[in-house]
């Protein structure tokens, strides 16, 4: 029998407010096996793990339930209590009182029964739970960054600069990412390739570094520590060691009407193309739809100018199997597709352009060299219109719920920068809130209002219509006035919301990492555990997420590093020891719990095993406790009853719901 | 003629929920201050296909009047497959309680990841709601159990 002591913690008054504690510790001394019950208003504070220390030392307990918070806060601390005073830490259970019941429930009566049944089913779980030893596992000092943009290469950087070996997985030809399409970085205009293109440098020299440009990850399999992963090294066409970076193919190559995915469809590019002049690494790649020679056979003509003979069209493409100990996540974001707001008709107007778009306009290594000019006749705008939150605070499905953060001081930057260097263009905001928390940004917004003499209107823009005469008509609502507007522009440009890179669901799948509705990845706890998902070992860097902006991003990235640098530290991982265990006596050997196990953790033995006397050799299934994560599907599909998951046994399960139903 | 609703009825609910994404979720509802019946108690499990349909005939031998698991998106499952199991085994076992007694609202499957606090909230209200509208359950009985 159990020696258990259940503590009921007030947590102030999250949990007294609204449940009796009193009524709980009276009721749990009524519970099987239950010898010591006592409450305390912060039961994790020093002083309440004090009180359990006590306990456990005095009354020879040999079992905790603490009704307290989530066990997702404070299992881990109130485990580590109970084993600095000697006992095993997974022979304490928590009582979930506080989420699933104090914060939810208003009335006292019904919160405090609540709590108390909660509690029973904790003592009834403890009464079953068994001592368990962790296992440990070894970590792969080297790390994997997923995305080479601002968040993963500074991560990488990091990360390298602590000792440990890194790879940077990159899908698109070069690193550099979203912040390489930027011209400015607000708040201080700063230009953004001068500010980023170092770092790309650093990165591509540091010899802890290695870049996978133009691959994806193929597959991950393992957990912390021990991630096995594939990459896919597309072909490239091109020998990265004998290529000089020359650029005489992309000079030469006839094939140049393809649209520069960098310039955002803006201009066009070679089929062999680099996406940006300042590209890591500087060497081309050929795009297969579009280069003639794949298409028809003949031309070669890159293959003929290349003095290095670099270009390779057999090249195939290559799986690389790599050994990781963490894995960070910087996969970045995108623009949302606009094909939902008709209303504003930039499917139907060359001048209605997205923010990324006008980047790329006033960028001198842009499609028009750095010139403001409409796309249509390259013409220079009089009267600019900038439209604020097209798909982001959307209430409706048609785009995103959030926020997308870096709109509204992206715009000030647009409209400040425009004014300064075309003052006779006017320039005016439609928007719904400015929103400038951040160190400098407020003061960055009134300069363009006080200093540039930017119209800011606060309301929305119901529709866009394109005229005859080639001006955009802009009808608006100006709420303060409460007045109508309708203004014609020379430009559009829409604030379009940002959301997560496409594919970023596949990554997540791939890494068995959580993630919400909007596609951003889910954090371990929204605020104390803002970089890590809950999956160990996966890291979470910049916009994958949630919205941020630069300093932001590489904050992040910074705290990504040190927790993977943490986690690279370590020589050894403790296991979770609640794993699965056959019952040597039951399993029949059917093979049907190394069916489902995802992990491949269970194989088969001929053992010897003593049935009531009778001595015999059977196959019976064993699992191996390195590679066993505890999902139980096994202890499920076996139908002799043999297989059992340590921690959350038949028994205790079964116990709890008798407690619940009781 | 109308049947006189029992106002003393308050349903036993057990809910499984898989530790990573539905018991994550319901901590988040608990945060966000969203309400929702406290005829609803919680067992963690670490994932839906933990749940051996062994629990659920318990719980109704044992007097439950509903019971709901929660699991991660299908496709998003922390262990890679472990909810496709769970839809699997669920399925199979719903469509057979009618025929030992158990009316098929009684039972409910839904995926609430960790961040949809709110999607846990209504989920538990609409299931409260509707075993209050199925009324108490007769409990099912082993028979071997029987004299």
Redesign the interface.
Known sequence: MQRIGVFVCHCGTNIAGTVDVKKVVEMAAHEPGVVHAEDYAYMCSEAGQEKIHKAIKEKKLTGLVVCSC????HETTFRNAAEKAGLNPYMVEIA?I????S?????ME??T??AV??MR?AVAKVNLDAPLKPGESKVTKRALVIGGGIAGIQTALDIAEAGYPVDIVEKTPSIGGRMSQLDKTFPTLDCSSCILTPKMGEVNAHPLINIYTYSEVESVAGFVGDFTVEIRKKARSVDMNKCTGCGLCQEKCPSKKSLSEFNRGLSTRSAIYTPFAQAVPNVPVIDRDACIKFKTGKCGICSKVCQAGAIDYDQKDEIITEKYGAIVVATGFDMIKLDRYDEYAYSQSKDVITSLELERIMNAAGPTGGHLERLSDGKAPKEIVFIQCVGSRCADDRGKSYCSKICCMYTAKHAMLIRDKYPDTNVTVFYIDVRTPGKNFDEFYRRAVEDYGVNYIKGQVGKVIPQPNGKLLVQGADLIDSKQILKEADMVVLAAAIEPNEGVRKI??ML?A????NNFL?EAHAKLRPVES??AGIFLSGVCQGPKDIPETVSQAGAAAVKAIGLLAKDKLLTNP?TAHSDELLCNGCSQCAN?C?YGAITYEDKEVNDHGIRETRRIAVVNDALC?????C???CPSGAMD?QG?S?RQ??A???A??? | MSIEKNEEFRP?I?AFCC???S??G??L???S????S?DV???????S???????IL??FE???DGVIMCG?HP????????NF?ARR?MTLLFSMLDYIGVENGRTRVEWV????GAKF?QTMHEFVDKITSLGKNVRLEDLRCRN
């Not at chain 1, 989530?70 to 806060?73: G, I, Q």
């Not at chain 2, 990841?113 to 949809?116: F, L, P």
């Open positions: 989530s066990p997702r806060m979930n506080r989420e699933h019941c914060w939810i429930h208003k009335d019904e919160a029964e609540k049944i909660l089913a997540a799948t068995t959580s993630i919400d509705t889910t809950p999956t609640c489902v995802p994560q505890g999902c139980g599907a202890t499920v599909t998951l959350f038949n399960i079964l709890e719901v008798d619940i139903c009781r | 036993k057990v530790n990573w994404c018991y994550a319901a901590d509802a608990g945060s201050r969203m309400s929702y406290a108690k919680i067992i963690r499990v670490p994932c296909c933990r749940v051996n349909p062994m629990f318990r719980a044992r007097g439950a991660c496709g998003d499952c922390h262990y890679t497959s472990g199991y085994r990841s960790a961040a949809e909230s």
